[in-house]
Nanobody, 122 residues
Framework: QVQLVESGGGLVQAGGSLRLSCVAS????????MGWFRQAPGKEREFVAA????????YYADSVKGRYTISRDNAKNTVYLQMNSLKPEDSGVYYC???????????????WGQGTQVTVSS
């Protein structure tokens, strides 16, 4: 079992940047594919980005492609989400998740963090 804790959220103006971190404990992060999802009030939790066990494979939602970068440091048991050129519609609670197989589907992820709030003001 793995425990995940996100941090780095906050309030930022449109056009600004934030970097989210997700630290894993309990199991080594290198055993898992990692994903980021977000959920706005009244909306479904949606896929944002995912990264394979090693750095080479990444996937992004079309809405964030070119603005967000997912990365991982297995030695630090940490996955990151660098978010640039933020827009108000990027606001929501951001969750990291872990699974054995890379996927864009939230139901396929076994482990979830508590989430960190990102608010982008216009």
């Amino acid at each position: 079992q793995v425990q995940l804790v996100e941090s780095g959220g906050g309030l930022v103006q449109a056009g600004g940047s934030l970097r989210l971190s997700c630290v894993a404990s309990g199991r080594t992060l290198s055993s898992y594919v990692m994903g980021w999802f977000r959920q706005a009030p009244g909306k479904e939790r949606e896929f944002v980005a995912a990264i394979g066990r090693n750095v080479g494979t990444t996937y992004y939602a079309d809405s964030v492609k070119g603005r967000y970068t997912i990365s991982r440091d297995n030695a630090k048991n940490t996955v990151y989400l660098q978010m640039n050129s933020l827009k108000p519609e990027d606001s929501g609670v951001y969750y990291c998740a872990a699974d054995r197989s890379i996927s864009r589907v939230k139901d396929e992820y076994d482990y979830w963090g508590q989430g960190t709030q990102v608010t982008v003001s216009s």
